[in-house]
């Protein structure tokens, strides 16, 4: 840490360059995450527990032989032509091939430079709220793991226990030494976190017969309070809760066929941990002033 603040003092200018790139990298490999966990995930369910298949049938085929998120390089999911290197460079490629594949012309997913680009603004306002410190590194590291937990719920309706579990020990372990709420407080988000949601899960269910969310949200919400602490839970459930009514009023509106719609509530609770982990503090006052 002294030797980047060495270099943030005397090379600003390489110190930004440096971060930049670091955050398109790890960028890059978040995409690479997204994409390939769940697949690994129902790979392995796939052989493990039978009756999973009829949930997995309308899935394209699987990956054969080794499939993991080191092997094999980055090929286009469709006509599935590995991409060489100079093609797969964060953000620059895809301007580069206007947003298509190299060698079938196929279009490429915006989340791939959206997600890029994400994990550098995200780098960089936390900067701007941490200074460079080690809050600020393991505050990018949970920032960067809410988005790809995001990323992956608003695409699977998953939120694989591979993510959300080392995320909530991590959490536990780094406020340890409380760099950002005190162990004490640590503890009780994660317990609050997972019970609140649990409730709330089962109050619903007894009332509607219908599950309202999954086992992965009340993880998430307890690695997030484990962040966090239990005094930021009412705050980022009142504003996910919100957010995710609203979009869902405004999805039902524009549907033109009555359908059960099914909206994952991940991204909202990541969303709102982010802006609290930026604003928690002015939004932790301004709060408790208005109740």
Known sequence: MAYLHTIWQQLPIFFWVLCVA???????????????????LKRQWKNECETFLAEIKDEPQLPQGRFDLAYPRSQCPHCHHKIPFWWNIPVLSFILLRGR???????????????????????????????????????????????????????????????TLPLLWLGLLVNTHQLFVSTHQSLWGAAFGYSSLWVLYWCFKLLTKKEGMGYGDF?????????????????ILLFSSAAGALVGIAVLAKQRKRQQLQLPFGPFLAASALVYLVFGEQIYHLYWMML
């Open 101 to 163: 594949c190299h060698n079938c012309r196929q279009a490429i997913s915006w989340r791939y430079p959206i997600v890029e680009l994400l994990s550098v603004a995200i780098t960089i306002l936390l900067f701007w709220r941490f200074s460079l410190s080690i809050q600020w590194l393991w505050a990018c590291v949970f920032a960067l793991a809410l988005i790809a937990a995001a990323c992956i719920d608003l695409k699977t309706l998953l939120l694989p226990d591979q993510l």
């Open 22 to 40: 670091v955050a398109l990298v790890i960028g890059s490999f978040m995409n690479v995450l997204i994409y390939r966990l769940p697949l690994i």
């Open 219 to 235: 993880k998430l919400f307890a690695a997030i309070g484990a962040w966090l602490g239990w005094s930021s839970l009412p705050i």
